[in-house]
């Protein structure tokens, strides 16, 4: 019997890795420590666990995507700003 959740968490985890392409450890890193995540909590079957670790996930997705923003951000500031 197939799980309906699969699609999402699968989402999730390619969502993810897309995103730590950039991460300042590096990718690998990145890669190490979500696949450590992901198979950490292989075995789950309840669908309200498993939908509170989406949601957490969809949370990560969100706050590594403030973090490149505020880099990027960061960066632009520099360039076109003198330091006061």
Known sequence: MSNPLRGEVVQLYKT????????????????????????KNKDERSPEQIRQMIARGEFVVKEIEALYFLRKYRAMKQRYYEDQ
């Open 16 to 39: 993810l890795l897309f995103l730590g392409r950039e991460y300042p450890k590096g990718a690998d890193y990145f890669r190490e420590r979500l696949r450590a995540a992901f198979l």
